[in-house]
């Protein structure tokens, strides 16, 4: 197509240019990407070690207010406690009515938690955290919230006897 003054118009890319710019996409997205999964999974560690500093806040409130003994353990189904220890895929907290060290039938879960996508939760005193009738932590230890692709931006959870918690990123590798 010609104008009045005898240049053409051009409609499109070459292809050329349309290489040079897939190219140039391509490139950006393989630099973003990587960090990008890094970002998610950050925010999934963060995610974890939040909901669990709230289940403990919440089970020392129900060890007051129920005047009772209140335990989290790991839990794959969200109804019975599992000995595997990894917290991961999620734990129930519950009022422990009959005093023994595994859930029976009569006590009552007061909580679920689900699992975490591709991060390691341990509790490095075992499989069962228990809270007695005045709200204190049986046993103090850590728990550890990790991926070990990022080990550099771990949570450790410090649990203390009087369910303080204290808590720090990338203290030691997963």
Not at 73 to 93: L, N, R, V, Y
């Amino acid at each position: 197509m010609k104008t009045t003054n005898g240049t053409s118009l051009r409609n499109g890319f070459t292809l050329v240019e349309l290489l040079v710019v897939l190219a140039i996409a391509a490139i950006t997205v393989f630099q973003v990407v990587p960090s990008f999964t890094k970002l998610i999974q950050d925010a999934r560690i963060e995610t974890a070690a939040l909901n669990m500093e709230r289940s403990l806040r919440f089970a020392r409130s129900a060890a007051l207010l129920e005047k009772a003994p209140v335990r989290l353990c790991p839990s794959e189904d969200g109804h019975w406690c599992s000995a595997s220890g990894d917290w991961s895929k999620g734990w129930i907290t519950y009022v422990d009515q009959s005093g023994g060290p595994d859930r029976d039938p009569g006590d009552l879960v007061i909580a679920t938690q689900g699992s975490f996508k591709s991060i390691q939760i341990r509790y490095n005193r075992g499989s069962r955290l228990s809270l007695n009738a005045l709200g204190r932590i049986t046993q103090s230890g850590s728990m550890r919230i990790c991926d070990q692709r990022y080990s550099d931006n771990a949570v450790t959870l410090f649990i203390i006897h009087s369910a303080r918690l204290r808590r720090e990123k990338g203290v030691e590798s997963c």
